[in-house]
């Protein structure tokens, strides 16, 4: 029986996807009648390590979810403490989300202290076992945290398969719900005069942060081929660059391509992130490697059909030819894609977006964290 937990992670004030997530199913939680709240952090990362302009939101913090900022990710003797607080508090259920090495002695240590009460049981919410970009020592740091708690549950199959080369303990999967907190869609009419954009424009998204695993050089390298010139589509890019912007800004200028881009490459807000999705035609994930993605169910939220390249678990979340295209992570077959998404166009998707996004909801994967809790 699970009458109490805590979310140990992102949330409010910090800001993007994973903050977004961790309220959002704590949200879940309480409209299941189970209390629960947030511990998140009070110093995440160094301001040295973060990539973007800030880590905090500048909107409300969310009604009817309690958040508490007070673990500090460099000292740990402030870990002693929140593990000491958690184990003294003994709730049924502990959800540790895990998505990068970095934060493995912090989480690690909270965790093993907590569970230490002998009735808390421990789900690590894994996004990345094995990062993206790797770094030495990464291994030794992710063992330290799966030795930590009881139990996993992973998005995709790919991280669920991460998980087993550190642990042998139960694992459940639950694909990423679909986010809801960003309102509901306009039309593209609305969207594109509020972002500046002719409605008869043919137009493309790249959504999200950029870094170098995300493939938008190769998405560039497609922009420039002859197939999409010839269609005279244009790309729209949203997001922050988290790392050096220079090469994108360089390779946009060698391939000629400065008239068929639009660039926001800053941070948005969740209330204006409908603006750009809803005025997009398709969106693109042209990423090198991935797990799962949270543009994802951004796309099935505001029903867009998508493009993903055949890494990791993207294509478990979109069936080709229904919901959108899948293809090889280079640039020709992005180019093909592209053009076989506008040749097929937005209406050839619709039906099945809809019937397909009905799979991803909040309250199974609140229920699936549940099961695995009676099982541990």
Not at 159 to 185: M, R, Y
Not at 205 to 216: A, D, V
């Amino acid at each position: 029986m699970v009458n109490a937990l805590v979310i140990i992670g992102p949330g409010w004030p910090l800001r993007g996807g994973l903050a977004a997530f961790d309220e959002q199913l704590a949200n879940t939680f309480n409209e299941k009648g189970i209390a629960s709240r947030i511990e998140t952090f009070s110093l995440q990362y160094p301001s040295f390590l973060f990539p973007g302009t800030s880590q905090y939101t500048t909107n409300p913090a969310p009604k009817d979810i309690l958040i508490h900022a007070g673990i500090n990710s460099m000292n740990p003797f402030n870990w002693i403490k929140i593990g000491l607080k958690l184990k003294r508090e003994k709730p049924d259920l502990i959800i540790v989300r895990y998505w990068i090495p970095f934060l493995a002695p912090c989480l690690g240590t909270i965790c093993r202290i907590a569970k230490s009460n002998k009735h808390s049981k421990v789900i690590a919410l894994v996004d990345n076992m094995i990062p993206h970009e790797k770094r030495w020592g990464d291994s030794l740091l992710t063992s330290y945290f799966a030795k930590s708690v009881n139990g996993f549950l992973t998005m995709s199959n790919k991280v669920a398969a991460d998980v087993k080369k550190f642990s042998t303990l139960p694992i459940s999967l639950s694909p990423h719900p679909i986010f809801n907190h960003f309102g509901a869609a306009i039309t593209k009419k609305e969207a594109r005069h509020l972002i500046g954009i002719g409605l008869e424009e043919k137009v493309i998204l790249f959504f999200g942060f950029i870094r170098q695993y995300k493939g938008l050089d190769v998405l560039l390298k497609a922009m420039a081929s002859d197939l999409i010139k010839a269609n005279g589509i244009k790309l729209l890019i949203v997001g922050e660059f988290y790392e050096d912007a220079m090469p994108y800004h360089d390779l946009i200028e060698t391939l000629g391509l400065k008239e068929n881009i639009i660039l926001h490459t800053e941070f948005v807000p969740d209330n204006e992130v409908k603006n750009y999705v809803c005025a997009a035609d398709f969106i693109i994930q042209p990423y090198r490697n991935a797990t799962q993605s949270g543009v994802t169910p951004l796309a099935y939220h505001f029903e867009i059909p998508m493009l993903v390249t055949n890494v990791g678990a993207l294509a478990d979340a979109v069936p080709n030819g229904k919901v959108g295209v899948v293809v090889e992570p280079n640039a020709n077959s992005i180019a093909e894609g592209i053009d076989m998404l506008y040749q097929n166009g937005p209406t050839f998707y619709a039906q099945n977006i809809k019937e397909e996004k009905k799979k991803y909801s909040w309250s199974t994967m609140a229920d699936n964290f549940i099961a695995l809790r009676q099982k541990l």
